[in-house]
Each structure stands twice: as structure tokens, then as C-alpha cells.
């Protein structure tokens, strides 16, 4: 079957949401929504975090806080990465599952860099800008690729780029950031996962470098088999060890980040939990210093409630309704929005009708993975909803327009024109191949 999905006039689109009202506490998850592979600093009195939205551009979301639980996005590391295939959708590529991954956000004499990789195009790419809440940043790439890559600043002046796949590796980056300056992948920790004394299903990975007290600490996620996702740490007094590790957190599969402290001397934990289709939410974790070893929970387990005053509303602060009105000065499409993949800038607009998104058929698509200018948002939980309102007077034959929830398997709902007649049609696919969908119809109702 042909779609021309979401290529008409949109109106409205009006978010709701069910879950916690406002608390003087926070509770866990901070925020009930898709923010995975965080990386965290603070600089005074200001969080930021970046994280993986993969194949959705702009991508590497920067977002900031004053209290670790209520984030707004304040920016993005880029527009988009370049012009492959992949990311084009293109010649039967895609980038679902690509794109970029697992960030890492340092904060080093006066300027933020961002860097990530791309099993794409097989790079690394490192972003840099002076202000985060204005982009768009510097961008430089290099290969070879890092796979799961922590950017650190030592204080000799010098900078490393520490990875993880099983074995811990570390390599000294060129004083200009523009490469490696040392070749060799110098392994310091092997077989890093081997301390939970379980079988391996996944090997350490994800890693993150930080330095306290003249101490290096190496925050890594294991998944033993059997198990569930497990937080290690590593420390050591040098930066290429030796090391030693322990595990630090194996609680309800909530695992993969770091630690921060606050300006009042506590210290915390950030990590996320997968919870299916809403994707890996973050918690934030207390942590106590205990014989220079961070431990986090109460009695190893992570905390419902925070003692950390915030608003915290039930939807939140990073996806939000639009009537898409603009204001001289504004950005066309606010940060909540994100594109699938790279748009085709030629074929939409928020300005042509004031008050409406005017999305415009340019080409036939297969299916809806794989229909181009596909505008997003995330999902949040527990429970959410999204309604449109859509001018369907300009659709052409064979036209699709509505919404999608998109997240490996699919679901869609909508108006289709089909022998000069309206229909209001919903259908699934139980594939996540975007090119096997499986897609079956299951509804189609005359306007």
C-alpha cells in the first residue's frame, strides 16, 4: 500500500497526560519519558545533560536544570549529521537504531563540548560552543570511530577518549581535538564486566570518566545473562590505572550513566531503566562516599521519592502542545519537535498559513517508516495522549495524513483519500523491519 503519511495542513496538536501532581518531593523517574545515555555536568548553580535520540534530528539534545529533576532542552549538538542515504531514507536506507549514540558533555576552560559517534557513518564527531543554550555548535569529525566514547579533560592538560567493549581502552586525543594523537588503544581494564562473577549476555560498555579527589572513577553498564542491567565502577589513582572495580548498583535494571554533585555538597547518581515502548527513562539516584567508593540507594535500592524540592508536572517540560502561532524571532518548530531523520526543508512551513504546519506531498513512500518529513515528538508515561486537528480540503488521491506512534512496532491513525472519498482508517504492523512491515488495516470509516 502507497502512504503519503503527514503531508497535508496540519492545525493542532494538544498533549495530555496522566500521573503525578505536584509534589514538594520529587519521585522516580525524574522525567517518565525517553532520555537515554545521559551525560551530565553542572556549571554554578545550572545541570546540563546530554542524550541519544538516534535517528531523530536535530539530534544530541543539550538540556538544563536547577534541581536534577525538572529539564527543559535547551539546544541541540546538531541540525543534522550530513546527506547518507541513511539518513535521507534513501535507496532503501534508514538510520533506525543509528544515528547517533551514548554522548558524552565535558565542561573544560570556559566551553561545553559535546562528543558522540555514529555507527552510520562510522565517526566520531565532537561539538563545541561557549553558550549551550545557542546553537548551532562547532562541529569536527575523525575516525576511526569510538564505539560508546568518554571525552575526558585531565588536569596535566592533557585529553583522552576512554572506550568499552568488555575491555576498557584509553587513548590520548590531539591538543586541537581534531583526532587521536595516540593510535594505539592502550587497554587498562580486560574483560571489565567479569566482576559480577555472572555469564555475560552484553559486555561493559557505556563509559564514563570523571576525577574527585585525585581519584579517577569509570562508570560502566553490564548486562549479565540472566540478570538484569548493572551499574560498575572502577577507580583508580592514575588515569592508565591499575584499576580496581566493584559493583555499585543492581536494581530494577537501572544502570548506564554517572555521578554529580550539587552545589551544597550532596552527591548523586544518573542513570536510566528501559521500560519498553515509552524507552529508558531517567532516575536520579542518592549516593554517599564510602571509603572513596560511591554508594548509591537506600540499602542498594533506588528510592520512590526524592528528598528534592520540584514541580515535576505529569507532562513534561521537553514535549509540549503546539497551535504552531510564531512570533517574529521565534524558531519555526520549537525544541520539542524532532524530525525522523533529515527533513526536506523545501516541503514544509509554519508560515505559509499562520497557525498551521503545512506539510506538502513531494514523493510515494511504501510505508510510514519510511515516509519523509515525519515530524515527532516523544511519548511519556505512565499514560499519554495526542489529538490533531487536520484541513484535509488540499489531500490528493492516494494521500494518508495523521498521527503515528512509532517505536520498533507501529501503530497509526489517520485520513486516507481513496476513489475521491475521505476515510478516517487506524492500522498497526507488528515488524520492526521498516522494510517488512507486515502492516494490516484495521479499520476504515467514510468521513
Not at 548553580?45 to 536534577?68: A, C, E, F, Q, R
Not at 561545553?112 to 565532537?126: E, G, L
Not at 592508565?240 to 547518581?269: C, H, N, S
Amino acid at each position: 500500500m502507497k502512504h503519503n503519511v503527514l503531508l497535508t495542513i496540519s492545525m493542532l496538536i494538544l498533549l495530555s497526560g496522566t500521573g503525578r501532581l505536584q509534589a514538594q518531593k520529587a519521585h522516580n523517574p525524574v522525567i517518565w519519558a525517553d532520555v537515554p545515555d545521559m551525560s551530565m555536568i553542572r556549571v554554578g548553580d545550572t545541570y546540563y545533560m546530554s542524550s541519544t535520540t538516534m535517528h531523530m534530528n536535530p539530534g544530541v539534545p543539550i538540556m538544563k536544570s536547577k534541581n536534577l529533576v525538572d529539564w527543559e532542552i535547551a539546544s541541540y549538538a546538531y541540525e543534522t549529521l550530513g546527506t547518507l542515504d541513511a539518513y535521507e531514507l534513501q535507496n532503501g536506507q534508514d538510520a533506525y537504531g543509528g544515528g547517533t549514540w551514548a554522548s558524552s558533555l565535558r565542561y573544560h576552560n570556559g566551553t561545553y563540548y559535546v562528543s558522540t559517534f555514529s555507527n552510520n557513518s562510522r565517526k566520531n564527531y565532537i561539538f563545541s560552543t561557549k553558550d549551550p543554550e545557542k546553537t548551532p555548535w562547532e562541529m569536527t569529525t575523525f575516525e576511526p570511530m569510538v564505539h560508546d566514547h568518554s571525552l575526558f579533560f585531565d588536569d596535566d592538560g592533557k585529553t583522552y577518549i576512554i572506550s568499552c567493549g568488555g575491555n576498557v581502552g584509553i587513548r590520548e586525543m590531539k591538543q586541537d581535538l581534531s583526532g587521536i594523537k595516540d593510535t594505539e588503544n592502550k587497554i587498562v581494564i580486560e574483560d571489565a564486566d567479569a566482576i559480577t562473577g555472572k555469564e555475560r549476555m552484553l559486555p561493559a560498555e557505556g563509559a564514563q570518566m570523571f576525577k574527585v579527589n585525585g581519584k579517577y572513577y569509570l562508570f560502566l553498564i553490564t548486562w549479565p545473562k540472566n540478570s538484569m542491567h548493572t551499574v560498575l565502577v572502577y577507580r583508580a589513582s592514575h588515569i592508565m590505572g591499575p584499576y580496581e572495580g566493584r559493583v555499585v548498583l543492581e536494581d530494577k535494571g537501572i544502570a548506564q550513566g554517572g555521578f554529580i554533585d550539587t552545589p551544597d555538597g550532596k552527591w548523586y547518581g544518573y542513570f536510566f531503566g528501559d521500560r519498553g515502548a515509552v524507552g529508558r527513562i531517567p532516575y536520579i539516584v542518592p549516593m554517599r562516599w564510602e571509603d572513596e567508593w560511591p554508594v548509591f540507594g537506600e540499602n542498594g535500592v533506588v528510592p520512590d521519592v526524592l528528598d528534592i524540592p520540584a514541580r515535576q508536572p505529569a507532562v513534561p517540560a521537553i514535549v509540549a502542545s503546539d497551535e504552531f502561532t510564531r512570533n517574529p524571532g521565534d524558531r519555526d518548530l520549537p525544541l520539542v519537535w524532532q524530525w525522523n531523520h533529515n527533513p526536506d526543508n523545501k516541503y514544509w512551513s509554519v508560515s505559509e498559513r499562520p497557525g498551521y504546519l503545512r506539510l506538502k506531498t513531494f514523493r510515494l513512500d511504501n510505508s510510514f517508516p519510511t515516509a519523509k518529513n515525519t515530524l515527532t515528538q516523544r511519548t511519556f508515561g505512565p499514560e499519554c495522549s495526542g489529538e490533531i486537528a487536520i484541513d484535509i480540503s488540499a489531500m490528493k488521491e492516494g494521500d494518508y495524513a495523521g498521527l503515528g506512534l512509532l517505536q520498533q512496532k507501529y501503530g497509526v491513525v489517520g485520513v486516507k483519500k481513496e476513489a475521491g472519498r475521505f476515510y478516517i482508517f487506524s492500522g498497526n504492523a507488528q515488524s520492526s523491519d521498516a522494510r517488512n512491515e507486515n502492516y494490516e488495516e484495521q479499520e476504515s470509516v467514510p468521513v
